[in-house]
């Protein structure tokens, strides 16, 4: 076949280099971030280490250590496609993973010290109670113990007082109150309510994050509430911590997503080396400022990166293109890759021949290419003209093989998307003087329109 062709060119090798470079970056700021969170992760270990039974502590110690080996054991002796195919996988399973671990890790020792802090609240409303009976000293000395052993010798003395209470129902009462909080059974069924076990998953959660300078100040503020004798005040005040804890969290949750949204667009720019210094100067400015404005500026920083990728494809694709017609005879000059860059098409001949020419064309990110004819439009079209254009048009049809194959042994992919057979359209005859120079003719017939793109998106 001939006749005008439209050929999709995609220059796959550079495509998958630049997602190639793109993934190692990802690679390496997850690898980063794990880097972060493992230390944080480990003091909570270290802590549930002294709390827990050592089947749990091994379960999770067990989990970082595969998110360890993931990084360590990172594929890449196979090929591009496949690495992309299973890095992305390793990717997903680390992501998962490590929140898989942080769940377990946040219920774990949120568990635990919920145990702990169970006796502190207990001892706290013993102390209450001996307060209440006139046990004044009864209750300094348990509060200065704070111990199990110390709150089974209150309870034990709230008891005795109860008894010499004439009044039965006080009696009853304090005897169900030393039942609910016998220290022998604290650990195994906590005393703190709804509002204390959130404050303690979401005080672990902020932890693990890392990001909130108001971490101390919580700690400090959730362990003053065990010392709180009034059950109702103390309430109150961690219902209130709980909800300033969980907007820090939201907050250092924003701020993390912001971060990773910004590294993501550094990483886009990082593939490609002639960043724009406005672009550069816009993403250190995204600091601090809300996903909107960073959604903005993502859009820019992918469109730039979408056409620079274009551009690089648009040069190879050239520089192959006119190689190859350089080597089967054509006359390619230099300056001509540019000018068909800037102009959108080009004319190109071979020596010899200065009647026939062959016109590339970008038409929306496509190559068109066809055979034209310089002479006189309005001449009458002989059987001999149109067996000698029949003959140009086989001579491009074999050349035109030959460049996609170039093409295609280079790592590109060409496909013909539209094409006729040879002699089935007449070819189109350009009013040009046949001793016009190829090289005057790709000035003369530039388009005025600006120029289109070489390569449709990737």
């Excluded at 001509?336 to 970008?362: F, I």
């Excluded at 050349?399 to 539209?418: C, F, P, R, T, Y």
Aim: charged share 25%; aromatic share 4%; net charge negative.
């Amino acid at each position: 076949m001939s006749g005008p062709k439209i050929v999709d060119i995609r220059v796959l090798q550079a495509q998958r280099e630049r997602q190639l470079r793109l993934l190692r970056e990802r690679i390496a700021y997850q690898r980063k971030q794990w880097e972060r969170s493992r230390q944080r992760l480990q003091d909570a270990i270290n802590e549930l280490a002294d709390q827990a039974d050592g089947q749990t502590v091994k379960t999770i110690q067990a989990a970082v250590e595969k998110i360890e080996q993931r990084f360590q054991s990172w594929p890449d002796d196979i090929d591009l496609e496949q690495l992309l195919r299973l890095s992305e996988a390793q990717l997903q399973f680390i992501e998962q993973e490590t929140q898989e671990l942080k769940e377990q890790l946040t219920r774990q020792l949120a568990e635990a010290r919920q145990g702990q802090r169970s006796l502190q609240l207990a001892i706290a409303d013993a102390a209450s109670r001996l307060e209440r009976a006139g046990l004044g000293t009864e209750r300094d000395a348990l509060l200065a113990a704070a111990t199990a052993d110390a709150l089974g010798i209150a309870l034990d003395q709230l008891n005795a007082s109860a008894v010499e209470v004439s009044d039965g129902a006080l009696a009853a009462a304090t005897t169900e109150f030393v039942g609910s909080i016998n220290p022998q059974k604290i650990d195994a069924m906590p005393s703190i309510d709804a509002a204390g076990e959130r404050v303690e998953r979401l005080m672990v959660q902020l932890e693990l994050l890392g990001e909130s300078s108001q971490i101390a100040v919580f700690a400090k503020r959730l362990e003053n509430l065990a010392l709180i004798i009034d059950a109702s005040q103390r309430r109150l005040l961690t219902d209130s911590l709980a909800l300033e804890i969980d907007a820090a969290l939201n907050a250092d949750r924003a701020e993390q997503s912001r971060q990773a949204s910004i590294a993501a667009l550094e990483s886009e720019l990082e593939i490609y080396q002639a960043t724009p210094a406005v672009l550069i100067e816009q993403l250190h400015n995204l600091k601090g400022q809300p996903q909107a404005v960073i959604t903005e500026v993502a859009a820019q920083v992918r469109s730039w990166c979408d056409a620079e990728a274009q551009r690089q494809d648009g040069e190879q694709i050239r520089s192959l293109v006119l190689g190859s017609l350089r080597a089967l005879g054509y006359d390619v000059r230099e300056g001509m890759a540019a000018a068909w860059a800037e102009g959108g098409q080009l004319m190109l001949q071979k020596p010899g021949s200065s009647d026939y020419g062959v016109e590339l064309q970008d038409v929306n990110g496509r190559v068109r290419t066809q055979v034209v004819r310089f002479g006189d439009p309005t001449a009458s079209f002989t059987e001999q003209q149109k067996q000698r254009d029949v003959e140009v048009e086989q001579q491009w049809c074999t050349a035109h093989s030959a460049v996609l194959k170039n093409l295609q042994d280079a790592g590109l992919e060409a496909k013909i998307l539209a094409s006729r057979g040879i002699g089935e359209l007449p070819l189109e005859v350009r009013a040009v003087d046949s001793a016009t120079t190829a090289e005057q003719r790709n000035v003369a017939t530039s388009p005025a329109a600006p120029r289109q793109r070489l390569m449709k998106g990737t």
